[in-house]
């Protein structure tokens, strides 16, 4: 069965562009989640899903982000605009039941 | 999220040698998991806890979950180089995981 798929792995962008990061989560999956990970802050919960609606969202830093999913096998994270402090790499993960989350590979993003 | 104090931060220990590491919190969780991430990669679910005393393994991965609710540890026997990598712990109450900041373990072959 295949993971979590995101894309793109790398993304290198210029202050100011909008950014759209992809995420396809492990069918029958009802949990989407997005993570950031920086060398400060760690692992950090942005946004969760729960059958496609947003349940909690407080740990997206600003307005400037947004999620969405608009059906079970997909979901975005969009930056717009950009700034060089979103450079980190941005996870997906999924999950049916309680606790096990699975992550995919990240996307690594790089504002200049 | 909630602050999860994880030990040591790094460890650089020989090829053969047991390993552990340890993770606590000052709020209660219903879940403990630890992953693995390798360079590059999303982190790898190594073990899940749901019950607090639970002691369980996975291959020569020991984890368990305290007593009280609020800390857990992972042992790894006899290592591998392969077991390189950043491992992390995570809490769970609700549907959000709290994530420890990791244990780099470095192994002298």
């Known amino acids: 069965d295949a993971g979590v798929i995101q894309s793109p792995r790398h993304e290198v962008t210029e202050m100011g562009q909008e950014v759209t990061l992809r995420c396809k989560p492990i069918s029958g999956h009802d949990y989407l989640f997005w993570y950031r990970q920086t060398m400060m802050r760690g692992l950090e919960l942005l946004i969760y899903f729960n059958n496609n609606v947003p349940i909690d969202d407080s740990g997206m830093p600003e307005d400037r982000f947004s999620a969405k999913m608009p059906n079970a096998s997909f979901s975005t994270l969009k930056i717009q605009p950009s700034e060089p402090r979103d450079s980190a790499v941005y996870f997906c993960a999924s999950s049916q039941i309680y606790g096990e989350q699975f992550f995919g590979p990240g996307t690594r993003l790089t504002v200049l | 999220g909630q602050q999860l104090n994880q030990s040591p931060q790094s460890m650089f220990i020989q090829e053969g040698e047991d390993v552990s590491m340890n993770c606590t919190s000052s709020s209660i969780f219903n879940t403990w998991l630890w992953y693995k991430q390798d360079p590059g990669e999303g982190p790898v679910l190594l073990i899940a806890?749901?019950?607090?005393?639970e002691l369980t393994s996975n291959g020569r991965l020991t984890a368990q979950f305290g007593i009280t609710r609020k800390d857990s540890f992972l042992n790894i026997s006899a290592s591998i180089p392969s077991d390189v990598g950043i491992y992390f712990c995570a809490g769970q109450g609700d549907y959000k995981l709290s994530f420890g900041a990791g244990t780099t373990v470095t192994v002298r072959a």
């Open positions: 806890l749901y019950k607090a005393g």
